[in-house]
């Protein structure tokens, strides 16, 4: 999964959970820092895989998204991605989808999972499933 995470501090800095995070069997606790990460971020960027709703850690970044960050949108770049500048792309709403029933690489990734979404549930409920946030598709 990718996502990006334009930060407005000094200058504009990317994040890239996928390459900054462990991608091994022991996440440790680096996931944690994912909601610091999203809160601190202007806009939410993803780059969705045909795979991308079905997996649990792309199921979390919108909802942290959502609960966290502060952008009035989401903007998506699917995998059929044409560049039709100046177009901003098609306005759709996205199903916030519970990260607990997503698929998992490395089932012990679950833990952490749950953690995130309890983490997420003490700042506010999020209905999955049926909760929606504004998403811009290119």
Known sequence: FFFVCVCYFVFPAFSLPSSCLPQSDELGQAFQLLPVWTACCERF???AT???ADRAWCRIEPVL???????D????ISS???NRWPERGQKRDMVLLNPED???????????????CAATSRVRA???G????VAFFL
């Open 45 to 47: 960027l993803c780059f």
């Open 50 to 52: 045909t795979d991308y």
């Open 65 to 71: 998204a959502a609960v966290f960050g502060f952008a």
């Open 73 to 76: 949108h989401l903007t998506v």
């Open 80 to 82: 059929g991605f044409v």
């Open 102 to 116: 997503g698929l998992l690489t490395v089932d012990a990734d679950r833990a952490a999972v749950q953690e995130l």
């Open 126 to 128: 999020v209905n999955f």
């Open 130 to 133: 049926k909760e929606k946030v």
